[in-house]
Structure formats: C-alpha cells, structure tokens
C-alpha cells in the first residue's frame, strides 16, 4: 500500500470514531476536502461555519484531533489482533455495497469478506422464533451452503443463529454482520458460534471497537445484510418486526425477497404471510432459491423419507404423529395408544437416530434433514 | 425440710428429665432459685409465688432454696413453674408429695394458680418414659398431646389449688392412658384430604412421581400455570409408605416443639407436605434463632418438601438445603452447643418453563431465549444436581380437566411404590427391611458431648446412592451398556447426568420388578434427565 493510501486509511479510522458521522456526512465532507487528509485539515470551525457540522461538533472535531496519535496506534494494532480495517478506498472493499447511497465508509473485518463470484443469501428473522421457524432456517442454511450459497445474517439469536449454524454444518461459507463493536460478542451465548463464523466465513461491522450493541444499531447494520445479500430469506416474522425492516431496506436495494409461508394463525408467521400477499417469492423448498441463483438442485424437501423406510411400524406410526412443532410426550402418548415406557423407549430411538428431536422439557418436533 | 420433685425441660427437640429440689429453712426471708437458669425460667419465682398466694396457700416467712438438677445444663421455657410450687409446698410440709416420686410434673403457672399448657409436650413425657416414670401430670391442654406416649399415665391438671387436692388425697388420683397407637393409624389413612384420582389426564407426570417416590429421588417439575405440578406434588405422601410408630413419634415431637400439632390429635399420622413460600430466609429454612428451633426442612422431614416457583427463591435459602439434603439432618451451632434436627425429606420442586409461563407455546411466549435462559438460570447448579427426575408437565386441554373418574388411584401407585421400595431395602440391608424415618428416628436434639455426630450415613433407597453404590447395583449387560455409551455421545450427557440416568433407571427396573436395568428402563430414565442438558444445550 502506497504511503498516500496508507494516510488516507488512517484518517477514515479516525473519522470513523466520531459518534456523529455517518457515511452520507463523511461523503459530504470528502466531497468538500477532497480527499480525507484534506478533512482532517480542515478547521472544525469551518465545517461549523459551512453548516457540515452543528456548532458543538466543530469544536469536537477540532478537540479529537489532538487524540489522533493515540487512534493511529489504536489502528495500527488492528491488525495483530486479527482485525482488518478495509475502507471504501479499498480493493477487497465489497462491490455489493458500492452502489448504496449510504454504503459505510469502513468496515471491520475478522474473517473474510463474502466472495463477489458466488451468490450470497441473507437469512433473517425472529429472534423468538418457534421450533418450526428455527428448523427450516438451519435446513435452509445447511442445503444453501451446501450448494455453494453464502449466507449471510446477523448472528442474533433465534433465526439469524439457526440459519448460520446449518451454513457451518453444510460446510458452506456464512458471514456475520453485528451491531455493535467487533470485539464484542453479541449475544454472548452465540459465542461458540461466533468463532466457529470467523473460521468458514467472516464477521463484519461497520461500528468501531468497543461499540456496545445499542438498539440503535441494528436498524443501520440491516442495511450491510440486505446489501451484502443477492437475496433475502424470511424464516419467521411478525408483524411490525425488525425482519420487515430489512425487507424494507432489500427492496429499496433492489434485492430479491423469499419468505417461508406459515400457518395463518401463527403469529409469528403473520410478517411472511403478509410479505408473499405483497409480491414476496413465496418458498417451497431450498431450490426455489437455488433455482433463483440457476443452481442446480436435485434434492426434494423431504422430512426423511429415505430413512424413514427403515424404520419398525411402531416407530413409523410414532413418527407419523410427530410433527415440525413440537408436541408434548403426553400428547403423543394419547394419539398412539402405546404404553409410556414403549413410547420413552421408540422416541429415544428416533431421537439417537436423527429423525426428532427434544426441543426442550418432553416436547418432540421432527428434524429436516 | 426438703422435698424433690421430678419435671422436664426441652433440649433441642428433646426432653430432658429436670428434679426440682426445694429446701426451706430458718434465715432471712427470701427465695433464691440455682441451677444455670434462662431468663424465663428465673421469672417463675414470682409466677410461683403469687400463684400460691392466689391459690389461697400462705407461706410463712422463712428462706426458700431451689436448685434445678442437673445444675449445670441450661433451662429454658416455663415447665417447670407448676413442679416448683408443689416443692414449695412440699418444704413447707404443707402437702405431702410422696405420691409425685414415680411421676413427673410440668407446666406453667398463671398468676391465678391457672395451669397453662407449654411447648413439646410430647418430648417431655417421652422422657418421662425412658427414665422409667409411670405417671404424669400435664396441663389439662397438654394432655391429649402427651397421651400419645404409649403406656404412661396422664393426669390433667386444670389449677394449682386441684394439683394441692388431688396430692392430699392421693388414692383419689385417676389418670387416663393414650388411644393405642393401631388405632391412630386406622384413622391415619382416611386423613389424606387427596389423592391421585384427582389428577386428570398427565399421565408423564404421574408416572415421573411414581418413580421418584419409589426410589427416593428428588423430582422437579416444570410446566405452565395450572398443568398440575403443585397438584402432583402435594399427593406424593399419599403414596409414600404409611407412618410407623417411631416415625410419627419423631415428626410429632417436632411439631409439638413448634407449637403446631392439633389439639385434638396426639400424634401426626400422615406425612407431612411443606411447600415454604419462595421468600423464606435461610434460618427458616434449616432453623434457627437464639433458642434454635426447627425449621421448614425438619417439620417436613418424613415427607416431602415442596419448593414452588423454585427460580424464586434467594440463592442463599437454596444453597443452605445441599448439606441437609447430604446428611439428613441440620446442625445449628450455638455458643453453649449445636443442635440437630432432623432432615430426612424428599425435595420436589416445580418452576414454570419461563417468566411468562408459556414456552413452548410461542403463540403465547413473548420471552426472548435470553430470558428464558436467564430465569433458568437463577437455579443454583448443586441444587439442580440433587434433583434426579425432570419431569415437563403438558398444558392441560378442556377435555381433560373436565373428565371425571378413570384415574388411578393413590393406593394402587403406593402399592407398587412399597413393592419398589421392599426390593431397594433387601439390596441395601442385605436382608433387613427399612423404614422410611430409619436414620431419623432416635435422639436428635442437642448433641450431647462424647455422643460425637451423628452424620454416619447409609445408602436406603436408589436416590441416595453414591459411585461407589452405583458401580455395585447399576450393572449393565453389553448391549445396554453399548446403548448408553450411544446416548452419552449423541446426546452430549454430563457424567453427572449418566450417573443420574443409571440410578433412575435402577429404580424403574425395580418398579418392574426386574433384576436387570433394560433398554426399556434406560429410555425412560432419559427421558427424566436434567433441565440443564435437555434446555438449550
């Protein structure tokens, strides 16, 4: 890197500190300046007088360049930590992401970035998401990946995670975009998954260290998922919730919306219902959304018909009375008609081998394969 | 002149068998009380004076003397007022109380010469007993409670002035002997005001309490609001074996210290069910208090104690019950000793699956995974390790909650329980059958020096089995032993967790009374593994 990008580089790290300065701003500014040395040449006063900057956040900007030293060798340790800083000056900066109105100035990287060659797919939806929404999400992830889709989400729990995780059990490439700082881990029981994201994939935030995950975020860090993202999947939504946020964004960036039809009295499906009413691709199976990026894909969506050939009658009627929402052993005690113990015994069975799952406390849902 | 009287004091939840000595003699008027008294025990000076005096006695001016014996153990209460008047009067020479040698007197006087009733009757005549007296005279409240000690005489004693009366004449003196104890228990089994048949529907439930009382493990239940848990709980010591004698004595002896037994009933026939609220501090808990008295765990001690909204309650009150639940008995130290009490209860516990209550139900549920998470949390991990069973209660639907009759009934589940419970007896004893209260029966109480602790401990029942119990009764056959290997792996199990599932799983096999742990048994063991490995990972 030449000197004169080297310097370049360094004030946007230091402009990216300033709480008040989203990209629009900073383009402004840039515009203004010239270059971004320029900006940091520029009297904080003059931005002021311009009407750049409000009054007080001249005489910030004009108070921060004293610290700006102490952000250089904050910048310059970036990168034994693992960090990398790619600014909009940057080749490997994502060329989905260009085209925004209000694409970040910077990004902070551990990772990689998502692959321009290969199509990439954003998964997003409720973070209360029923075990029918969690399911699909990671089958999706995991078929996807497989087939060479990158996924993309926001490593939150609920959907975002399920999808990701079946992204690392497909071996495919998942990358995740966060909303706070990017040595803060977010949710903090997504820790496991977190590390295992930074190795097959990335992790990826516009918000400078040690940003907490402010609620405010999360709205503006939407804009990096749907943007990354050729498309957008929703796996479960409300109404009124911050998947449709997204959505909003995806369509704005011209992006392709799938969204998982559900059940009209479900709640939590009402926000997809809704979306497919409006125009949304209403989703069948992964190949839908293969077939969309004209990949190939052979496999019907089955609830593991294959291995359910296998099985003894008593399982297979067990097995039959299971469903994607998880029932109550009571339940499927009743509709059997089987003794307790026998009905212990062939769940057990079913669950060792793959086909259920307990979903928590004696609650049985079946399993996508 | 002299005269010595025979009374009693508590200590600890025990009688101790206390002489009134009194001695009256020529000197300065004046009334001196020895014998290493409590505050309240020394106020009786004026109680037993003015009661005399009320009583229509009148005691000439002369220097009395009485010394409590042994003098060198503490007394507490007000047991012994009545026995220190008859020995004044004794002194004085104004009654002749020969006739009190065999006997024991006890209780409080009022002002009036009313005798009143005192706390732990039951402890004091049981001592009576063991120190071979024949008799006792007992407040006319206290009488029903003490006639439960099987073959000792009770004299009820209404005032000062009747006790004087019945002294002079006392050939006149008719006591009455207590209901023999196989009466008692008729009655005990028609005291349970419920019972299994009125649980509708949750067959998992039952079941899952069936085998935790069988095998003595504690259970915790999880479920929404109205799914039965606490109705599942509050029957479980309807098929818990019935009370021996020696049992109900113990329990009663508690309740009698705490002031709760029924007036009308001598002893406490069924099993007790504690179910503290979740802001119980920890001292109420395991007792305590400056004259350390019993508590929530000993008075359920014998039965069950049930902790509901288990989340709820302070980490600290939580915490203090893993000894107890270790030992089987609480130690409160003083500075002038510790007590033991006893602790030989089986926890059930039930907690809803969520803050709101709804989860799974995401219809309902509005509660984030952290939250839920965060709520799980709040249960301390050691506790969670000492429940065995796990049970998830389904929510209830209409037709179940409306359907009547059909159920099983208590006596059929207890049956099967004693039959469970005949087996794990014969393993642990080699031979010799068992008693639920076996270990807390016996002399708690204040611990004597050189009587050392009491904290041996022996295996009973398949929930208080340890590695090495485990290792020796659990055994496997190859191809269970390979399927469990199975389940360790695929289902990411604690080695805490396979040692619960194999204890559980003995218990099942002896509710089927088999001599080897199948497949079958180790399935549904599974099934009851803990909250930590079945929630989230």
């Known amino acids: 890197m030449s000197r004169e990008a080297q310097e370049e580089n360094e004030v946007i790290y230091w402009l990216c500190q300033f709480p008040f300065l989203g990209p629009a701003t900073i383009r402004r500014m840039r515009e203004h300046a010239g270059s971004f040395r320029g900006i940091y040449n520029i009297e904080g006063m003059e931005w002021a007088m311009w009407g750049v900057l409000k009054e007080g956040e001249g005489e910030w900007f004009q108070r921060a360049k004293k610290d700006f030293q102490k952000v250089l060798q904050e910048y310059h340790s970036l990168e034994a930590r693992g960090i990398k800083f790619i600014t909009c000056l940057d080749q490997e900066y994502p060329r989905r992401l260009k085209p925004l109105p209000d694409a970040p100035t910077a990004l902070f990287v551990r990772g990689g970035l998502p692959r321009e060659d290969q199509p990439s797919l954003g998964i997003i939806g409720s973070r209360n998401a029923t075990q029918y929404g969690l399911e699909v999400a990671r089958y999706f992830g995991k078929e996807l990946a497989r087939n060479g889709v990158q996924i993309i989400s926001g490593l939150a729990a609920g959907v975002d995670g399920a999808g990701q995780t079946g992204a690392l059990e497909g071996g495919g490439c998942t990358y995740g975009i966060l909303g706070c700082g990017i040595n803060i881990c977010y949710p903090r029981e997504n820790y496991g998954l977190f590390e295992r994201v930074v190795k097959s994939g990335g992790i990826i935030t516009e918000f400078c260290l040690g940003e907490p995950p402010r609620a405010r975020n999360f709205p503006i860090r939407n804009r990096i998922i749907s943007g990354l993202s050729d498309g957008i999947f929703v796996a479960e939504a409300r109404e009124r919730s911050g998947s449709l946020i997204t959505v909003g964004l995806a369509l704005e960036q011209g992006k392709d919306v799938f969204a998982l039809p559900g059940r009209i009295t479900d709640p939590g499906s009402r926000g997809c219902n809704q979306l497919i009413q409006t125009g949304a691709s209403l989703v069948n199976g992964p190949g839908d959304i293969l077939e969309f990026f004209s990949i190939k894909f052979e496999k019907k969506l089955s609830l593991h018909e294959k291995s359910e050939k296998g099985l003894a009658k008593k399982e297979k009627m067990l097995y039959s009375f299971i469903d994607l929402q998880p029932k109550h052993l009571e339940d499927i005690v009743n509709q059997s008609g089987l003794p307790l113990s026998e009905c212990m015994m062939i769940l057990l069975e079913l669950e060792l081998s793959g086909l259920i799952q307990c979903t928590g406390g004696n609650y049985y849902g079946r399993k996508l394969s | ?537």
């Open chain 2, 1 to 537: 002149m002299f005269q010595k009287i025979n009374s009693a004091g508590l200590w600890g939840i025990d009688g101790m068998l206390v002489s009134v000595e009194a001695d009256v003699h020529d000197g300065l008027p004046g009334f001196i009380m020895t014998g290493n008294l409590s505050r309240e025990t020394r106020e009786a000076q004026e109680r037993v004076r003015t009661a005399l005096k009320n009583g229509g006695f009148r005691l000439g001016p002369k220097k009395i003397t009485i010394n409590l014996s042994p003098a060198d153990i503490r007394k507490e209460g007000t047991t012994y007022d009545l026995a220190m008047a008859a020995a004044v009067l004794g002194a004085f020479g104004i009654l002749e109380a020969s006739c009190l040698r065999d006997g024991m007197v006890v209780g409080e006087l009022g002002l009036n010469g009313e005798v009143k009733p005192v706390r732990g009757m039951l402890s004091l005549v049981s001592a009576a007993k063991e120190a071979g007296l024949k008799r006792c005279f007992l407040p006319k409240d206290n009488a029903m409670e003490g006639s439960a000690i099987q073959g000792m005489e009770i004299i009820p004693v209404e005032s000062i002035q009747e006790f004087a009366h019945m002294l002079m004449n006392p050939g006149s003196i008719q006591g009455f002997f207590g209901q023999a104890w196989e009466d008692l228990e008729e009655k005990a089994w028609d005291a349970y005001d419920v019972d299994f048949t009125d649980l509708n529907g949750q067959a998992v439930l039952r079941r899952a309490t069936e085998v935790a009382v069988a095998g003595r493990h504690n259970i915790l239940y999880i479920g929404p609001a109205g799914s039965g848990k606490t109705m599942a709980a509050r029957r479980i010591p309807t098929i818990l074996p019935a009370l021996s004698q020696e049992e109900s004595l113990e329990i009663s002896k508690i309740y009698s210290i705490c002031g709760l037994l029924p007036k009308d009933t001598p002893l406490i026939t069924r099993r007790p069910f504690r179910s503290p609220h979740h802001t119980i501090t920890p001292t109420a808990l395991t007792g305590g208090g400056a004259v350390p008295k019993p508590g929530e765990i000993s008075l359920a001690s014998g039965g069950v104690l049930f902790l509901d909204e288990l989340p709820e309650f302070a980490a600290k009150s939580i915490e203090i019950l893993r000894q107890p639940l270790e030992d089987r008995l609480v130690t409160v130290s003083r500075i002038y000793g510790s007590y033991v009490f006893p602790a030989n209860v089986m926890v059930s516990a039930a907690m809803n699956p969520c803050p709101c209550g709804f989860y799974p139900d995401r219809s309902r549920c509005r509660c984030s995974t952290r939250q839920i998470k965060q709520y799980i949390g709040r249960i301390s991990k050691p506790i969670l390790d000492r429940m065995d069973v796990t049970v998830e209660a389904a929510p209830v639907t209409y037709q179940e909650f409306r359907q009547h009759g059909r159920n099983e009934s208590s006596a059929a589940i207890r049956s099967r329980v004693m039959e469970a419970r005949r087996i794990q007896a014969a393993r642990f004893a080699g031979g010799v059958a068992w008693t639920e209260g076996d270990s807390c029966s016996g002399n708690f109480g204040k611990e004597m020096e050189g009587k050392g602790s009491r904290k041996g401990r022996h295996v009973r029942f398949n929930g208080e089995m340890g590695v090495k119990e485990i290792e020796a009764f659990c055994r496997l056959q190859p191809e269970e032993e390979a399927y469990l290997e199975q389940i360790y792996q695929k289902m990411n199990i604690s080695v805490r967790g396979c040692h619960k599932i194999l204890k559980v799983a003995r218990t099942i096999a002896d509710l089927a009374g088999e001599e080897e742990i199948h497949k079958a048994h180790l399935c549904e063991a599974v099934s009851y593994r803990s909250l930590e490995e079945k929630y989230w990972g």
